[in-house]
């Protein structure tokens, strides 16, 4: 039964339009090889808007985004000409690549302008679960350094991490 006041062709014109949405979605399907070109491209000329779509694109592929990508990620990571670096570090977090260790490390202790209102340091503690999921000895090391930094809400973020390293370790990698 159709809900009061719903007529059979607006919901056969949805119908459709799903149907040709999909269609162009398969049309333009986007390759890793295609990602990683236009993360590239947009990384080279310091170009934000193309540099989030790209980095917006990474997540259709999850985990599985590969080790060129996230090498371009982690490399992105530090440049202040952007202000992805949550969802950068979300990504890395997915792809639980260990080549990204100290790029997360160096961004938990970064510090961004447009991040100045944040005093609860979003992006570090992002960056604390993404290297307690890719749960690596380094990985860990390095949430041991950020559990003695001198921020105390950098420091408790990652010595919870840390305390909670074997009840989450469902999380983690494995190598």
């Not at 670096?85 to 160096?106: F, G, M, R, S, W």
Request: aromatic share 8%; net charge negative.
């Amino acid at each position: 039964m159709l809900p009061m006041g719903t007529s059979r062709h607006i919901i056969i014109r949805t119908l459709s339009d799903i149907r040709g949405w999909r269609s162009i979605k398969e049309k333009t399907m986007l390759t890793s090889e295609r990602i990683e070109a236009d993360l590239t491209k947009a990384i080279a000329a310091e170009n934000a808007d193309d540099f989030e779509e790209s980095v917006r694109s990474v997540f259709s592929f999850g985990d599985t985004i590969g080790s060129e990508i996230s090498a371009l990620l982690a490399n992105a990571l530090p440049m202040t000409w952007h202000t992805r670096h949550e969802d950068i570090v979300n990504a890395l977090q997915d792809a639980k690549d260990p080549n990204t260790v100290d790029a997360l490390y160096a961004a938990a202790l970064a510090t961004h302008e447009y991040l100045e209102f944040d005093e609860n340091f979003g992006l570090a503690r992002k960056c604390t679960w993404a290297l307690a999921d890719i749960g690596t000895e380094a990985a860990r090391a390095r949430l041991e350094e950020l559990a003695r930094c001198s921020n105390p809400k950098i420091r408790s973020y990652a010595r919870k991490r840390l305390d909670n390293w074997q009840e989450e370790i469902q999380r983690k990698k494995r190598y």
